[in-house]
């Protein structure tokens, strides 16, 4: 997560930088090889770089989502395996055994490791909405420069703060 949240965080310094050329001007000074080619302008770049933004932010987000919904995705981690019927009766037979301080501590370790994942998810959540949050204020700034592209330029930033307040942030 927070290598997506870097990523987008140094896109938007580029979309920034970008913003503040004109729209028409040339990216490269060099003439094309072609004449059918043409330089990457300013506006073409603002549209590649904030579809970027906007992927790796709707990525990011419903990752952190799917982690709050369903921990065990991320949690379980690369080749662990359920507990078996077979370790379910050893636990039984140890506690009945006077062995309960591994069931006990198990407890208070599963306890810890919620309480870390609550606090982790507070802090990679509010990374995430102060980069959504700059995102929206540049994708408004962008606007009016790539307003004349046959593209749609909706911007669905305020849908993804709104998923992060009312399922993430509110359910952590």
Same mark, same amino acid.
């Given at each position: 997560? @927070? ?5 987008a965080s140094g896109?938007? &310094? ?5 913003? /503040? ?6 990216? !490269? ?8 080619? #043409?330089?990457? &302008? ?15 932010? %709707? ?5 952190? @989502? ?9 949690? /379980? ?5 359920? &507990? !078996?019927?077979? &370790? ?9 055994? *006077? ?5 006990? /501590? ?8 919620? #309480?870390? #994942?609550?606090?982790?998810? *507070? ?12 995102? #929206?204020?540049? %994708?408004?700034?962008?606007?009016? !420069? ?16 709104g998923f992060l307040?009312?399922?993430?942030? @509110?359910?952590?």
């Amino acid at each position: 997560m @927070g290598t997506l949240i870097e990523l987008a965080s140094g896109t938007l &310094d580029t979309l920034s930088h970008l913003i /503040s050329r004109p729209a028409g001007q040339a990216l !490269t000074m060099a003439s094309p090889t072609r004449p059918s080619e #043409r330089p990457l &302008d300013v506006s073409a770049a603002l549209l590649a770089t904030r579809r970027t933004i906007e992927a790796v932010l %709707f990525y990011a987000t419903t990752q952190l @989502g799917a982690w709050v919904m369903t921990p065990e995705l991320l949690d /379980s981690g690369a080749g662990t395996e359920p &507990d !078996t019927a077979d &370790d379910a009766a050893a636990d039984l037979a140890l506690i009945t055994h *006077g062995e309960q301080r591994r069931s006990s /501590s198990r407890r208070e370790s599963t306890v810890m490791t919620e #309480r870390m #994942r609550r606090g982790l998810t *507070g802090e990679i959540s509010s990374e995430l909405k102060a980069v959504l949050e700059k995102a #929206r204020n540049l %994708f408004a700034r962008s606007q009016p !420069t790539t307003a004349g592209e046959n593209q749609s330029t909706a911007d669905i930033t305020n849908v993804l703060l709104g998923f992060l307040n009312q399922r993430v942030i @509110g359910s952590s």
